[in-house]
């Protein structure tokens, strides 16, 4: 079975500094595609980050970051910079390319601190 | 930039009550979903719909449930007997295709309340 674990139920970061938010993954397949997404307090799912399975150099969007270790299965996400408006929960969700459903993790709350 | 949306984005109804939410995926995606997440808990796949049909559902997705694409435009999941457990955030999603290197565009949610 499909399996995403984050293990930080809540974290804490000050403005401007960097923070990583754990996720790792359990599949036997292959062939896969990781994403983070944010849901702010108002309830919506935004996507943040991709990293497919095959590639090599980690993902990078803007202040965003994966850190994609495979054999250890891995996936962390890196904020860089973090602003206030980063106070969120985070989910890091997995898809398998022989499927179609997102396994999603069970999220980290952030707070960014002024 | 293209949006999934969603309506209601709240509904309030009483046990053993039919709801029905509504989804308007992005236009050129052909594959649609629909997640709930249980207040505090995590996102939880329901349903997946490609040409006109389920192609994969999980073990949440029972009887009571049903999904339909009415028209060329609208995606929508039907409750037919809310429970109080039924309460929780319901996500619809589309892609373009099924492979894991498109990401799901997820819409707003819609909040069921059961009372």
């Known amino acids: 079975a499909q399996k995403i674990t984050q293990t930080q139920p809540g974290m804490f970061v000050q403005e401007k500094e960097a923070v990583t938010l754990d996720c790792t993954y359990d599949?036997?397949?292959?062939?896969?595609?990781l994403f983070w997404y944010k849901q702010p307090s108002s309830g919506e799912m935004i996507f943040l980050i991709y990293?497919?399975?095959?590639?090599?150099q980690n993902a990078t969007e803007g202040r965003y970051s994966l850190n994609f270790q495979k054999a250890r299965k891995s996936a962390n996400l890196v904020i860089s910079a973090s602003q206030l408006g980063d106070s969120a929960m985070y989910f890091c969700?997995?898809?398998?390319?022989?499927?179609?459903?997102?396994?999603f993790g069970t999220g980290t709350s952030l707070t960014v601190i002024p | 930039e293209p949006e999934v949306t969603q309506t209601p984005s709240h509904q309030v109804t009483q046990m053993g009550q039919e709801v029905i939410l509504r989804c308007v995926p992005i236009?050129?995606?052909?594959?649609f979903y629909w997640y709930r997440q249980i207040l505090g808990q995590k996102v939880e796949f329901l349903v997946s719909?490609?040409?006109?049909?389920?192609?994969?559902k999980s073990e949440i997705f029972d009887d009571q449930f049903s999904v339909e694409r009415p028209d060329g435009s609208n995606f929508t999941l039907k409750i037919r007997s809310t429970k109080l457990e039924d309460s929780a955030m319901y996500f619809c999603?589309?892609?373009?295709?099924?492979?894991?290197?498109?990401?799901?565009?997820f819409g707003p949610g819609t909040r069921l309340t059961v009372t």
């Open positions: 969700a997995m898809i398998l390319n022989t499927g179609n459903q997102f396994y």
């Open positions: 999603a589309s892609s373009e295709t099924r492979t894991g290197t498109y990401e799901q565009y």
């Open positions: 599949t036997s397949d292959q062939s896969y595609g």
């Open positions: 719909f490609y040409n006109n049909e389920i192609s994969e």
């Open positions: 990293q497919g399975s095959y590639d090599e």
């Open positions: 236009s050129n995606h052909l594959y």
